[in-house]
């Protein structure tokens, strides 16, 4: 491991804390999957497996609360009001603040797990995918992402994404410009 049983210890003491009971299952269910995929495809496992770990230790905080952090870390003001985004960068931030990690591509890998972005790192690409297909999500379409996980992982990123703009579309839900840069990338073609 490359990270030590310290600050293991204190990140799991957090999460334990800090996740409702499903949440946590979700972390350490993604942590497995993105050692797996770490395991297939020769990327560094301890790296996937300590990004999946934090992706989403902020996932439960309220929003007034995220808020106050996003102003804290000054952090772009679009992700006020919106968890569903502001949990990936508010980790990331904590990470290299309060836990001194300076991998920036263990970083990226938390910051991006929620929108994807374009030219994904193979690090970015595993925690973003592990956290779409851990056995525990069930939603239209994932066995097919599941399967091409493990064959195409660009493939399943660009199912995932098509999967998340089809389905904030039809909500009429902001759709964060990462999301759209990260699917034109991977298709060559403007949406
Ligand atoms: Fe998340
Ligand atoms: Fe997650």
Redesign the pocket.
């Known amino acids: 491991m490359i990270y030590d049983q310290e600050l293991m210890t204190r990140l799991e003491e957090f999460l334990k804390e800090n996740l409702k009971d499903h949440r946590l299952e979700?972390t350490y269910a993604?942590a497995e999957e993105a050692v797996k995929l770490a395991e297939h495809y020769g990327a560094d496992k301890d790296k996937a497996y300590l990004a999946a770990m934090f992706?989403?230790m902020y996932?439960n905080l309220p929003n007034n609360v995220m808020n106050m952090y996003i102003r804290h870390f000054k952090l772009p003001e679009r992700y006020c009001n919106n968890s569903n985004l502001a949990h990936s960068k508010l980790a990331a931030s904590v990470m290299a603040n309060n836990y001194d990690i300076d991998d920036q591509e263990l970083i990226d890998a938390v910051s991006y797990?929620t929108t994807g972005r374009a030219d994904m790192s193979l690090l970015e690409k595993i925690v973003f995918i592990a956290?779409a297909i851990e056995p525990g999500r069930s939603y239209p379409g994932v066995n097919r992402i599941r399967t091409a996980a493990y064959e195409d992982i660009n493939r399943a990123c660009m199912l995932s994404l098509e999967g998340t703009v089809n389905f904030l579309r039809s909500k009429d839900a902001y759709i964060d410009p990462d999301t759209i840069e990260a699917l034109e990338y991977l298709k060559g073609a403007k949406l």
């Open positions: 979700h993604v992706h989403d996932r797990h956290d």
